[in-house]
């Protein structure tokens, strides 16, 4: 399925001559650019989110992620597997329970 | 492969008691802050990049974006397949092709 | 007062050099990049922050966006009135009182 | 000059009763969601910003951070010049010259 979607979004990429402008620097910009759009829906509060919008800049964060990924070669199961194994280190359950303080700062 | 990833990031989750964190509002400022962390190693150009330290930011902004994607129940492929048709008929090939220009703004 | 400190800000860049590494694009990326340590504060509410951090974020931002405005000669008094009239007929009273909803988009 | 453009924008806020929205977290992610407009100018390359969009979304990064300063007290000139003179301990300009790299990491 990912191998799939990568080849769609560089379809499009390519058709579009695009590939020029997908330095890493300017992958990472449009992914902060996209998640601040993501998190303009909740400015204010929780209550005024719009489903839709969310979607889209979500989807948008997604694809500007996969084509930083295919330009490192990195293997989305293996990147987030290993993360999440750092971070159960990291945030061992028995101090993390119940708790959003940032306790290894 | 997406199903058993998600699991695995719920379970993660469910363990330390995070859920009650996890609104759409925190996770949307926490894929921004990820976004912002990968972004650091090109504040000064794109020679200073920490390829692991990227792969890991880049792990941290899927791990949220899936969480908010789990919250409203979207599914990652249809997502994005529907965000690359809106952007197909907001930039067409023959406008777009070589083109970085936002001409649709 | 204004003056003097851009002037301290502008002598600590010339001892060391920063003004080749200080071009508007990556003045903005460390505006972005202090904003999300600044936002790091209240990632999971608004009970978590730390004072002094959010002193420390906000002077960050302050000094970049000094930085910036020096680059293009921006007058600080200036634009920030100008954007104050900007808004005042995009948010007319009557329509924004109380009211945190977009109505303009 | 500052107090009179910080009553400017608290004036602007009150006649609209915003207040109520402007708690310190809303007030930083609204810092990061302007931010972001900023680097829009940089997306692809310092060669596309507009001058005149840097120059409102400058302003607005400026006055949501007066308003945040506003909110915790802090006086702009005070905490830019214990910023400056923490960065001069941090980056000694011995070490610091000609140098991007975040060599204190």
């Known amino acids: 399925m990912m191998d799939k979607l990568i080849k769609e979004i560089l379809k499009f990429r390519d058709e579009r001559e695009w590939k020029q402008f997908h330095t890493p ?7 902060v650019i996209e998640s601040a759009e993501l998190l303009e829906n909740f400015q204010w509060g ?6 839709e919008n969310i979607k889209e800049e979500l989807a948008d964060i997604f694809i500007y992620g ?8 990195f293997d989305f199961n293996e990147i987030i597997k290993e993360k999440i194994n750092k971070n159960k280190e990291k ?6 329970k119940g708790n959003a303080n940032k306790y290894d700062k």
């Open 66 to 73: 996969l084509l930083l990924m295919e330009h490192y070669n």
């Open 46 to 51: 929780e209550e005024y989110a719009n489903i």
């Open 25 to 31: 620097g300017n992958l990472s910009k449009s992914i």
């Open 91 to 96: 945030y061992p359950i028995e101090k993390a």
